[in-house]
């Protein structure tokens, strides 16, 4: 089993950023896919990014391309997501997700372990 915990929420004004992280514990997520999905109020979970383990290969949302970063510290079994230039838009409970497959899932269904969520808010 692998547990998820995010932590770096909180409430910030548009254009600001944010480091999500997410701490895994329970075994090494080492080789695992990590993602990041969001969810707004009376909204579907969406993909925000997601990492390969291996070579580290990153995927984004176009929503949130060029502004997000997504990275991973296996020594530290972390994943993190930088989040620059907020917009009110980005305002959503943030998910962090592993999935022991080498496939990268852009959707919710591709990943087995999930944490309970971070909330950020972006105030225009």
């Known amino acids: 089993q692998v547990q998820l915990v995010e932590s770096g929420g909180g409430l910030v004004q548009a254009g600001a950023s944010l480091r999500l992280s997410c701490a895994a514990s329970?075994?090494?997520?080492?080789?695992?896919?990590m993602g990041w999905f969001r969810q707004a109020p009376g909204k579907e979970r969406d993909f925000v990014a997601a990492i390969s383990w291996g070579t580290a290969s990153t995927y984004y949302a176009d929503s949130v391309k060029g502004r997000f970063t997504i990275s991973r510290d296996n020594a530290k079994n972390t994943v993190y997501l930088q989040m620059n230039g907020l917009k009110a838009d980005d305002t959503a409970v943030y998910y962090c997700a592993a999935d022991p497959s080498w496939v990268v899932a852009a959707t919710p269904a591709g990943y087995d372990y999930w944490g309970q969520g971070t909330q950020v808010t972006v105030s225009s």
């Open positions: 329970g075994r090494t997520v080492r080789s695992y896919t």
